[in-house]
């Protein structure tokens, strides 16, 4: 995408990210909402794991009911947005 819209290649964050490929067009805003919500419950999950000394990696099957679904989303999306479109 980023020959079709070079703007994509000035930003490497990924909240940036997100909401520019939704102004775009790229992606519905809902699915960039979706998708920013889970960046941020995961990476604070993650940051709290590294503040108590413990490993900085998720297990879906421990976290309750809220982050499996929120990994399941983001694997369907990798999977429409990424997979799918792999020439």
């Known amino acids: 995408n980023c020959e079709q819209f070079p703007q994509l290649c000035q930003s490497s964050d ?6 520019l490929l939704a102004q775009l067009g790229v992606i519905k805003q809902q699915v960039c909402d ?11 999950l993650l ?3 590294v503040l108590q000394d413990k490993q900085g ?3 879906p099957q421990t976290q309750g009911e809220k ?9 369907a999306y990798w999977e429409q947005f990424m997979v799918s479109c792999a020439p």
């Not at 990924?14 to 909401?19: A, G, P």
């Open 34 to 44: 979706e998708l920013v919500d889970a960046y941020v419950s995961l990476r604070a």
């Open 47 to 49: 940051h709290a794991q």
């Open 57 to 59: 990696v998720i297990n």
């Open 14 to 19: 990924n909240l940036n990210l997100l909401n």
């Open 67 to 75: 982050i499996p679904q929120t990994v399941k989303n983001v694997e």
